[in-house]
């Protein structure tokens, strides 16, 4: 049984920063690549960064320059490293594998960016 946990989500004030975390078992960790995903109120979930097996990182637009994702196949983890916060980075923030399936998605973990 695949099973992602992610933890970490905060209240964070603007300018902050958080660390996300994301458990995975269940799978072969280091054969996936792996994205961070959120969804804010009212809009369909984005992805907001993945990185290959290789580690190779990528990122959308909105979040280049201030979130770095990671990921330890060691431990069969992935966190997102989120600097510089915005109040239009509140939503709910997911890991899946990527490309997704939609059979993994797990609780997520709540975002917000506000004074």
């Known amino acids: 049984q695949v099973q992602l946990v992610e933890s970490g989500g905060d209240l964070v004030q603007p300018g902050g920063s958080l660390r996300l975390s994301c458990a995975a078992s269940?799978?072969?960790?280091?054969?996936?690549?792996m994205g961070w995903y959120r969804q804010a109120a009212g809009q369909e979930r984005e992805l907001v960064a993945r990185i290959g097996r290789d580690g190779t990182a990528i990122y959308a637009d909105s979040v280049k320059g201030r979130f770095t994702i990671s990921r330890d196949n060691a431990k069969n983890t992935v966190a997102l490293q989120m600097t510089s916060l915005k109040p239009e980075d509140t939503a709910v923030y997911y890991c899946?594998?990527?490309?997704?399936?939609?059979?993994?998605w797990g609780q997520g973990t709540q975002v917000t960016v506000s004074s």
């Open positions: 899946n594998v990527f490309p997704t399936n939609y059979m993994y």
């Open positions: 269940g799978i072969f960790f280091s054969r996936n690549a």
